[in-house]
């Protein structure tokens, strides 16, 4: 069992930037690929970027294709996700997660989650 808690969201303007972080404890970090998730008010919450066990692979969706990065730290047993060139369309609660098979992009892959953090881009 692993669990997951997401800090570093909140209030900026559009073209601003922020860095989540997500702090894993329990099992081996390493033994996870993670994925970083967002759900905007009234929308299913979907795929952002994810991130394999040993950090050598990256995915992301296209709309946050060379915005986002995701990079990850086992040592420190943390995910990263910095957002860079925001837009308001980038308002929604994001979630990390733990994946014991792959670093895909379905919800459904994911058997951990942490209790999200919120990030609202002003325009």
């Known amino acids: 069992q692993v669990q997951l808690v997401e800090s570093g969201g909140g209030l900026v303007q559009a073209g601003g930037s922020l860095r989540l972080s997500c702090a894993a404890s329990?099992?081996?970090?390493?033994?996870?690929?993670m994925g970083w998730f967002r759900q905007a008010p009234g929308k299913e919450r979907g795929f952002v970027a994810a991130?394999?066990?040993?950090?050598?692979?990256?995915s992301y969706a296209d709309s946050v294709k060379g915005r986002f990065t995701i990079s990850r730290d086992n040592a420190k047993n943390t995910v990263y996700l910095q957002l860079d060139s925001l837009k308001p369309e980038d308002t929604a609660i994001y979630y990390c997660?733990?994946?014991?098979?792959?670093?895909?992009?379905?919800?459904?892959?994911?058997?951990?989650w942490g209790q999200g953090t919120q990030v609202t881009v002003s325009s």
């Open positions: 997660a733990a994946s014991t098979y792959y670093s895909g992009t379905r919800v459904s892959l994911y058997a951990h």
């Open positions: 329990g099992r081996t970090f390493s033994s996870y690929a």
């Open positions: 991130i394999s066990k040993i950090g050598g692979s990256t």
